[in-house]
């Protein structure tokens, strides 16, 4: 079963427009990750934020983590055509990477 | 550099047909990894290696999946007697600290495996 919940599950946004992922998790982590996968390709590494930190910013993106309600969300700003990808958080425990099942982000240029 | 290389890209195989699938992960990386992922879901769990042990197979679904590094570099996937429902993509990553300090994990394009 996958610890960590995106929601939502799918979104469609017009070029330009902000983009919010939100992930849910259950258990202590030392940190979480949020990967994009675009169709039939391997994940990339987005951005890395630790347990004790509470907000991470990289380019147009923003990552909070709030441990006490174990949850993340990702903040794309400005977004692109080129960000039409899926976007999966990722939890890590004793070097146990576990995912939830992603946000499906389509950009409409 | 070179990133993770998977190989074969695609497999197809007949149910009950063994299979083996290889990584090459980044030159020098202590850690990898190997995950499922079915259609429509996030990529699971299923070993990780540090240097040529094995450290966690945990997530393996069952007896007929194996894996081993044995000089600590190329890592390898077997299924045995294949069932269609292992037909997936298998993901492998690679990292550079050792397990288990959990740090960025580089992932490859996959193998897209399907059981007919």
């Known amino acids: 079963s996958q610890q960590g919940e995106e929601d939502p599950q799918a979104l469609s946004i017009q070029e330009g427009e902000n983009a919010t992922m939100n992930c849910s998790y259950k258990t202590s982590i030392n940190n979480l990750q949020w990967y994009r996968q675009n169709s039939g390709r391997g994940l990339v590494h987005l951005i890395l934020i630790r347990s004790n930190e509470r907000e991470k910013h990289s380019g147009r993106l923003r990552v909070t983590l709030d441990t006490s309600k174990k949850s993340s969300s990702l903040l794309i700003t400005a977004s692109r055509a080129a960000d039409t990808a899926s976007y999966f958080c990722?939890?890590?425990?004793?070097?146990?990477?576990?995912f939830g099942d992603g946000t499906t982000l389509t950009v409409k240029p | 550099g070179a990133g993770v290389s998977q190989s074969p890209r695609y497999k197809v195989a007949k149910r009950g047909q063994d299979v083996a699938l290889r990584c090459d992960p980044i030159s020098g990386h202590v850690s990898l990894f190997w995950y499922q992922q079915a259609l429509g879901q996030g990529p699971e769990f299923l070993t990780y290696?540090?240097?040529?042990?094995?450290?966690?197979k945990s997530g393996l679904p069952s007896d007929r999946f194996f894996a081993e590094r044995p000089e600590g570099s190329v890592s390898t996937l077997k299924i045995q007697r294949t069932q269609q429902e292992d037909s997936a993509v298998y993901l492998c990553?690679?990292?550079?600290?050792?397990?288990?300090?959990?740090?960025?994990?580089?992932f490859g394009p996959g193998t897209r495996l399907l059981v007919l």
């Open positions: 990553a690679s990292s550079s600290y050792r397990a288990p300090v959990s740090e960025t994990q580089y």
């Open positions: 990722a939890t890590t425990n004793a070097g146990k990477s576990t």
């Open positions: 290696f540090q240097n040529e042990a094995q450290l966690d």
